[in-house]
């Protein structure tokens, strides 16, 4: 059996601090517990601030410490999303013993049966912290025969590469006997006495008679101490399930009056909704974003406790940098009622199945993904119903024969080409009804009477040159008047082609309607 421990040692700080706004990152910054300092950035350091101060010292050396505090809820998030990526990886993932102090912010990942598929363990690391690298936050990684050895190991792995691997209990007893014996959880009431023995060591207690420990401790130590080296097994653990809905939050640490803020703190919440997306093998399809307001901020009439923003997209993605924009431009365009101090994100809407493959020449499917993708960030800037297409309609009249309606999902999405080959407007027409006339793409919106000299109509004191026709289109009946008119193609001197028509039956219209009109232009 082997196992993988994720340890993350600034977990509380990190996730508090990713918090803040860019700019305050890089000031004095300390985590505080219920009197004194648990962590601080290098900024702060240097200013004399170190874990253990109380909050009065770290203060007084400095005035501009940006304090913030421990919450329990906000960090068991941020390991969650750990969870979830570790999950794309085994089935097999749960937490460390609670009763150890080394579970503390610690994933384990039974890993046997997924070593093969990855290519080996040094494979499966690789991957394993490119998946972790998007959640900004510090791993230690050790691996073990045993899953207690592994988590043991993690809180060891304070070295450059921050990483321990034991690949047999031989090794992995050469690895703990300089590991600290407080990061038993069973043996931290008798700390104190082992301590002042000269026992702070897995070695040093190791080497000591069993039976005499076994007198003075009892056997929950030793059983302990065995389980982790191997000797003992382990109880069953219970593993992480991933939830059917996915649900994040995350409070602010500053009011945000404008959505420019927001887009920061929004951000945040999206890499956890992809981790969570990608351990069941999915991909995104639509989201939402809630901002709770400031209730007491009202500046006349009801401010809503909560304004919603659904994300929704044409093809399903797990692409974060395309989220991201789509967020960006649909906060762009949000006005706040008042200030906004928590965002919470909501998904359950995804897409199953195996993911595409990268490609390496430019096909179809690549080409139409782009073309999703600038719609769906059209849409977010300008809204849905300003991203419009041209869709055929039942009627032989150039300016009835087509109709402008919003893109939709399935206009773009991977039900479009079923869509076009089942289309009603599409087969409206007979094939044999059909003209085989070229017809130009430029519509003028109303046809332009041309001035008549011998019969022959003139366009811009030149006379033209007809070159095709007549297509006759005789329709309009139910609708307006019957528009029955004969189509030509002509030519200009210098070239240019422009399409023509007269009514069919001059004597039968009213006057305005006689003569040659241009309808069209080819480009």
């Not at 993932?93 to 150890?100: G, K, M, R, T």
């Not at 039976?211 to 130590?221: E, K, S, V």
């Amino acid at each position: 059996m082997l196992w993988i421990a994720l340890h993350l040692p600034r977990l509380s700080f990190e996730s508090w601090l990713a918090v803040l706004p860019p700019d305050q990152r890089e000031q004095p910054a300390a985590l505080m517990g219920a009197r004194e300092v648990l962590m601080c950035n290098p900024a702060a350091q240097r200013l004399g601030v170190r874990p253990g101060l109380q909050r009065v010292t770290a203060l007084a050396l400095a005035p501009q410490l940006h304090l913030g505090q421990a919450d329990a809820a906000r960090d068991q998030q941020a390991l969650t999303s750990v969870a979830h990526v570790a999950l794309a990886f085994t089935p097999a993932v749960c937490w460390a013993d609670a009763s150890e102090s080394a579970a503390a912010h610690t994933v384990l990942l039974q890993v046997q049966a997924s070593l093969r598929y990855f290519g080996g363990l040094a494979a499966l690391l690789q991957r394993l912290r490119a998946a972790l690298a998007p959640l900004n936050c510090t791993v230690r990684f050790a691996s073990a025969p045993t899953a207690k050895g592994a988590a043991v190991l993690a809180c060891c792995a304070d070295n450059g590469s921050n990483e321990l691997h034991a690949a047999d209990l031989s090794q992995l007893e050469r690895l703990l006997d300089a590991a600290p014996l407080w990061l038993i959880g069973t043996g931290r009431p008798q700390w104190d006495q082992l301590d002042s023995m000269g026992l702070g060591t897995f070695g040093a207690l190791r080497r000591l008679p069993r039976q005499a420990l076994l007198r003075r401790f009892g056997p929950a130590l030793l059983d302990e101490i065995d389980t982790v080296l191997g000797a003992r097994c382990e109880s069953p653990p219970a593993w992480i399930t991933l939830p059917e809905t996915f649900e994040a939050r995350i409070e602010l640490q500053t009011r945000a009056d404008t959505t420019d803020q927001l887009l920061h703190g929004a951000q945040l919440l999206i890499e956890p909704l992809l981790a969570w997306a990608r351990a069941q093998q999915a991909r995104v399809r639509r989201c939402t974003l809630f901002m709770h307001h400031e209730r007491h901020r009202r500046q006349g009439g009801d401010v809503p406790a909560t304004t919603e923003l659904s994300i929704a997209l044409a093809e399903a993605s797990c692409d974060a940098t395309h989220l991201s924009v789509l967020l960006r431009e649909r906060l762009a365009h949000l006005s706040l009622p008042a200030p906004t101090l928590e965002l919470r994100l909501h998904c359950a809407d995804v897409v199953r199945g195996s993911l595409h493959s990268a490609e390496l020449f430019a096909s179809a499917r690549g080409e139409r993904e782009g073309l999703i993708r600038l719609i769906e960030r059209l849409q977010a800037r300008l809204g849905a119903q300003q991203v419009q297409r041209l869709l055929p309609v039942a009627d032989h009249r150039p300016e009835c024969d087509g109709a402008l309606h919003a893109v939709s999902a399935d206009a773009v999405g991977p039900a479009a080409s079923t869509a076009r080959r089942s289309s009603p407007a599409r087969h409206a027409m007979p094939e044999h009804g059909r003209s085989t006339a070229p017809r130009p793409l430029w519509l003028l919106n109303e046809p332009q009477r041309l001035p008549e000299r011998q019969s022959r109509p003139w366009l811009d004191g030149q006379p033209l040159q007809l070159l095709c026709g007549p297509e006759r289109i005789e329709a309009g009946w139910w609708d307006a008047p019957l528009a029955g008119r004969d189509y030509f193609i002509a030519q200009t001197p210098d070239g240019a082609l422009v399409w023509l028509y007269r009514a069919r039956l001059p004597l039968s219209v009213a006057e305005d309607a006689q003569g040659w009109f241009v309808h069209g232009r080819f480009g």
